[in-house]
Each structure stands twice: as structure tokens, then as C-alpha cells.
């Protein structure tokens, strides 16, 4: 039987290839599966795959149009045998027997899916990066992980490859990541995760190195295509309006909603200015769809600076009545702290 499979998806990430397979090699065994993913690449990163299964064992090379990361992951879920799964990113590594590790610990622990902590490696520099919870080594509620609203908690740890997941939960679908969104697809993914399973653990191993900086990461791009958050964000809305837990769970999906509004809104300048017009519009109306009184608490929970940031969006682009002075207390863009410029 197949005890553990490891699903890669690569696209274009030639320089990064050698270095992924070096680290599947360096923790590979016999009862391992290596799915890797080919998404279509049109750079050398198919003939490296060809090079690189002949001296691994338990790869097989899947390849499939360019279809996106999401429906690239799905179909290595569904072509897996393992007992448990977990996902690698084509530019990142593991470290040296990090993977029998990970075993070892699904195995003592009997949980629907583990976290683990990760490193995130920028250049030359490393710092590590910790699930957001304090308890490890036990076995957990997943729904109990989500709260407190109002710090980091275990629901906004959304990296899919830091951790590992059972073939119960895989069978059920709820490992299966929707296809319709080309970026923050891992954001329902993990409420997804959450409100479905009923065990989890958060475990002390670091064995991922999650390589930032890439440019063909879709974390730098900046076109339409980072609009999906705001839809992620909306379908996890939906997904807690049909749940039992919904309302007490509501301002945490808000406050994740709001914090990643004023990431974008930060980084504005790398939109041209109908996207940007786009996407402050955009976040505008789905603020407007929410509770009033449960964004409210949010905005009065969030530091002055970043909810007067959401204050003066919905004042310029939803249509308020109320003036940016009456809302926030702040002044006009003459260089006030905390003002946003449309």
C-alpha cells in the first residue's frame, strides 16, 4: 500500500526544478508516490521531469494543459493511492527526511489533516514561519482553531503544503481546491478544511522552504487575476451563512477580508489605474453586502490606521452618505496618517 503521496504541480520553474527533485530524492521510500504535475510548461522544466523520474523512485509525471494551479492539484488528488497526501510547490524544497517525519507524525496522532511550521526563504535569507497555534502535539477541533477573530489563528495559516491530510477527508472532497479562482484559491480552501474535518494537530517540524520572490509566482502578478480574492472571500461568506458555526465565525472571515484589502491597497501602485479603480471598487460592494453591524465591530477592532483605510474605500467607492471626517475622525489626503488616495 501506498503510505504517503506527494503531489507537485510545476509550470515554467526551470531554474527551481533541479533543487525540488534533489529534495523528493533526499526523502524518498518505498511506500511513497511522487505525482508530478506538469501545468504545460513551455520553458525546459518537461525534459528536467523526464531527466529527473528516472532516479526517483515512485514519480510518475502527469501532464495536463495549462489549467491552473487548483485543477492541477485536483487531478493529482485523484490519480493518489496514498493514505495520506500532502503538496509540494515545483520552486520550493524540502529538507533532508522531513517527509518520514510527517508520517510519523499522522501516524501517532490519528488526525484528519497535520500543520507544521515553515521556512520562508527570500534570497539568502531564511525565517521561520509558524502555524498560529500554541498547543502542538495534540489532537485539536478543527473549528476550534479559528477563533479568536482578532488575532492570527490556525484558519489564516492557508499553505496548503505546510502539513499533510488524510485519505478520509481526500475521499470526501474536502482536500479539493474550487477551480474557478486563479488566485486565493487557498482561502476557502482552508475554511473548506476547517468546517469539514473533525480532528487536526499542529506539530513542531519545519521541513518546507517556501521560496518567495519568484516571478512566475502568482503572488507577484499584478493583473486581473488577483481581483479572485475578493470572490474567495465572498464564497467563504457564503460557505459560513450555511454552516452552524456561521455567525460566531463571521467576523473572523471579515476581518481576513479587510486585512487582505489593505494589502492591496498598500501595493496599489502596481495596478494600472482602471485595475486599481477596478479593485477598490470591487472590495467597495462586497463590504457593502456584509452585516453592517459585524464590520463595524471589525473596523473598531482593527488598528486606526488600517480601518481608516477601509472607511475611506467604502466612503469613496460605496456610495456613503457619511464623510471620511464624520466615520474615521481623520482629515482630508493633505498627508494625514492613515488616509488612502483614491
Not at 70 to 86: H, Q
Not at 99 to 109: I, Y
Not at 260 to 271: C, E, G, P
Amino acid at each position: 500500500m501506498v503510505k504517503l503521496s506527494v503531489i507537485v504541480p510545476f509550470f515554467n520553474v526551470q531554474p527551481f526544478v533541479p533543487d525540488a527533485l534533489h529534495s523528493l530524492r533526499a526523502n524518498a521510500r518505498p511506500d511513497y508516490e511522487f505525482l508530478l504535475m506538469d501545468d504545460g510548461s513551455t520553458d525546459r522544466t518537461p525534459q528536467l521531469l523526464e531527466e529527473g523520474v528516472r532516479t526517483l523512485p515512485g514519480a510518475r509525471i502527469i501532464r495536463r494543459e495549462h489549467t491552473g494551479v487548483s485543477a492541477l492539484r485536483n487531478a493529482g488528488i485523484d490519480e493518489s493511492r496514498g493514505r495520506y497526501v500532502t503538496f509540494m510547490d515545483g520552486d520550493d524544497w524540502y529538507a533532508p527526511g522531513y517527509l518520514p517525519q510527517l508520517v510519523a507524525a499522522m501516524d501517532d496522532l490519528d488526525v484528519d489533516f497535520v500543520r507544521t511550521d515553515h521556512l520562508k526563504c527570500t534570497g539568502s535569507l531564511r525565517n521561520i514561519m509558524r502555524a498560529p497555534h500554541g498547543r502542538r502535539n495534540a489532537v485539536l477541533d478543527p473549528r476550534e482553531t479559528v477563533l479568536p477573530a482578532d488575532r492570527p489563528a490556525l484558519v489564516d495559516y492557508a499553505y496548503c503544503w505546510a502539513g499533510a491530510f488524510h485519505r478520509r477527508i481526500v475521499d470526501k472532497g474536502i482536500v479539493h481546491f474550487p477551480t474557478d479562482l486563479r488566485t486565493a484559491e487557498d482561502r476557502p480552501w482552508t475554511w473548506q478544511l476547517h468546517l469539514g474535518a473533525e480532528s487536526c494537530a499542529v506539530v513542531n517540524l519545519i521541513g518546507v522552504h517556501y521560496r518567495r520572490g519568484v516571478t512566475t509566482s502568482l503572488t507577484q502578478i499584478s493583473d486581473e487575476r488577483q481581483l479572485d480574492f475578493v470572490r474567495a472571500s465572498e464564497r467563504i461568506f457564503s460557505m459560513l451563512a450555511a454552516d452552524k458555526d456561521g455567525e460566531r465565525f463571521l467576523p473572523k472571515a471579515v476581518r481576513q477580508f479587510c486585512a487582505l484589502i489593505v494589502f492591496h491597497l498598500d501595493q496599489i501602485d502596481r495596478f494600472e489605474p482602471a485595475m486599481a479603480r477596478r479593485l477598490k471598487a470591487s472590495c467597495a460592494a462586497a463590504l457593502g453586502r456584509l452585516p453592517s453591524d459585524v464590520l463595524a465591530d471589525v473596523l473598531d477592532s482593527m488598528d486606526l490606521e488600517r480601518s481608516a483605510k477601509i472607511r475611506r474605500l467604502r466612503w469613496r467607492f460605496g456610495g456613503r452618505s457619511e464623510t471620511p471626517d464624520q466615520e474615521t475622525g481623520a482629515q482630508d489626503d493633505a498627508g494625514t496618517p492613515g488616509a488612502v488616495v483614491a
